[in-house]
């Protein structure tokens, strides 16, 4: 992490470039995911099937784009919250949680030998990491490609990260993001001397990689990891009949094609990834997309939770999350229903989403990087390890996801 100094810009607008983040430097000749040549980026030629409601887009997308641009994992928690409401539902709950893809993921294994991790989880805070991730480009699941014990290098990418606390006490869950252009050491990588943007831990190494590269940054202890893909994200949108969000100025994302018009709109399936990957257009870049992106998840959980007494729409979105989520073999159905369980009288109001802080911009071999702040994350990070987020949010009172009326 950087000394705490004010930001200096990655690119002539002050935002960090759309050069892709898990590509090592182009010097190192490797392909990217969709076979283009490391360093680049397919972002800015995709565009989208807007409805009027979301303006026009224009051109068919490149396959394999939209998968390079991973949102919202972090609905893999709502799952939690769900189980909870279930009631006698529970016999199929469970027996749709054994239908969830499990990997090994050492990092973890090693923290359930300490005396903490042997501790039994309902009894202590959790830390959960959150991952999106791509199909790779044949396709392929993460599963899949773990099932021979070795990962595929720069197939599979995850542009999102958060790490999902859930307080001893059960009261509270708080959602911290980690910009994916943050620059971190990480074991192994043969690039840049052995640094690299954080999701590149996961495009290199895979869960197990990004997990101890997290922790590492953080000093936080992952307990479990959970992994959902994009089309698990658009059918959760769609099965929710579509998520209600305001934007409160209209735009043009350039890389999308989009225009986005001020007022209230109803996103699901395609439009709703669109909405939420949007960065073009925006003044603070990644920073403000993983802001519009947690806004989306905030409002995606105000509806679940409002339909968390209909069965069939409790049924729809286990399906959708089971059948497209991955999370470590640690973790067995009974801690989850335990949890989700614990969790049940958690409302909107309860769920805090922070991110990491920005320190600066900077460009290291031709890539636009993230340096965080060293004080305050440290600061945060520890009070997420200490069980207490209000020490942090009383130093930093603004450092919360803001109201829903003012994401753009």
């Known amino acids: 992490m ?30 990217g995911t969709d076979g283009s040549p490391a360093g680049g980026s397919s972002a800015a030629a995709s565009s989208t099937s807007g409805s009027s409601a979301a303006g026009s887009s224009a051109g068919a997308r490149p396959k394999g ?7 919202l994992v972090s609905l893999a928690v709502v ?3 769900l189980v909870g409401s279930a009631g006698g539902y529970l016999y199929w709950v469970h027996h749709k949680l054994s239908d969830i893809a499990r990997v090994h993921v050492s990092t973890i294994e090693e923290n359930a ?41 720069f197939v599979h990418r ?24 943050t620059w971190v050491p990480i074991d192994g990588y043969p690039y840049s001397n052995g640094y690299g943007k954080i999701n590149a831990a996961f495009a290199f190494g895979g869960p197990d990689l990004a997990t101890k590269s997290v922790q590492q940054l953080t000093g936080i202890p992952i307990d479990h990891l959970a992994v959902i893909d994009w089309a698990g994200f658009k059918d959760l949108t769609s ?26 709109h109803t996103f699901k399936g395609q439009e709703a990834l669109a909405y939420v990957r949007t960065r073009y257009g925006l003044a603070d870049g990644d920073f403000g997309r993983i802001e519009r992106q947690q806004n989306f998840l905030r409002a995606t959980m105000s509806k679940l939770l409002s339909k968390t007494h209909n069965l069939v729409s409790v049924t729809n979105v286990i399906k959708v999350i089971t059948k497209y989520l991955t999370i470590d073999n640690t ?8 949890l989700a369980l614990s969790l049940r009288n958690i409302k909107e109001a309860d769920v805090k989403f922070l991110t990491a802080p920005l320190g600066r911009y ?23 390890k200490s069980d207490d987020i209000g020490d942090y949010l009383q130093k930093y009172p603004k450092a919360g996801l803001s109201g829903t009326r003012s994401v753009s």
């Open 158 to 181: 995850s542009d999102t990260l958060m790490i999902a606390h859930v307080s001893a006490d059960r009261k509270s869950v708080q959602l911290v993001s980690i910009p994916r252009d």
């Open 65 to 71: 784009a939209v998968r390079r641009h991973w949102v």
């Open 79 to 81: 799952l939690l919250l």
């Open 2 to 31: 950087s000394d705490d100094t004010t930001p200096s810009p990655g690119s002539s607008s002050g935002v960090p470039d759309g050069s892709d983040p898990t590509a090592p430097p182009a010097t190192a000749a490797v392909a």
């Open 362 to 384: 900077g460009m290291v071999d031709g890539q636009s990087i993230v340096r965080l702040a060293t004080k305050q994350s440290k600061l945060l990070f520890d009070d997420v």
């Open 113 to 153: 030998l300490t005396p903490v991790g042997a501790t039994p989880e309902k009894t202590r805070a959790l830390n959960i990491l959150l991952l999106g991730a791509d199909n790779g480009a044949d396709e392929q699941s993460v599963e899949a490609d773990l099932k021979d014990g070795k990962w595929t290098p």
């Open 239 to 264: 099965a929710l009949d579509g998520i209600r969000v305001y934007i409160p100025q209209t735009f043009y994302d350039e890389s999308q094609r989009i225009t986005w018009e001020k007022g209230w």
């Open 331 to 338: 973790w067995d159905n009974g801690e989850i229903i335990d």
